[in-house]
Structure formats: C-alpha cells, structure tokens
C-alpha cells in the first residue's frame, strides 16, 4: 500500500478519518478477534488525486459479518 500511496493515490478512508483508530476490515476467526475488535485494514479504496473531488465519504461496514473481512465502500458525488 505504501508504494501506491506514494505514487500519489489517496487512501479514501484516511482522507475522511485520518485520526480513526480501530477501524479494521479482516480478523482472524481464532480467539475471538472480531468480538474484541484485533484486526488489520486490509481492504482499502484508493483513488488519484484528481478523482477526490468525486468522493463524498468512505466507510467500513464492520458491522455486516459472513466472512473474515467486512465491507468497504465509497460514495460519489
């Protein structure tokens, strides 16, 4: 992620959230991990620079389960 970060993509959720803390898209089945909130980000939307202006907010469906990773999304203006 950093390479494309610095190449100049935005990490859409940081742009909205940058001092979110906890804000995790995968967790491991084992010791409960999801229940007490121990993950990783894994799942991001990133844009250009230019493409920004577009996007009104970015959020993570962590309250939708089914799977080790939860939804993410943008919304465009």
Request: glycine share 8%; proline share 3%; aromatic share 16%.
């Amino acid at each position: 992620i950093d390479k494309y970060l610095k190449a100049g993509l935005v990490d859409t959720y940081r742009h909205f959230y940058p001092e979110e803390e906890g804000a995790y898209t995968w967790w491991t089945y084992r010791n409960d991990c999801r229940g007490r909130n121990i993950g990783w980000r894994l799942d991001y939307f990133l844009v250009s620079e230019s493409f920004m202006e577009n996007v009104s907010e970015s959020f993570i469906l962590n309250d939708i389960h089914g799977s080790d990773h939860c939804p993410v999304g943008i919304d465009l203006k």
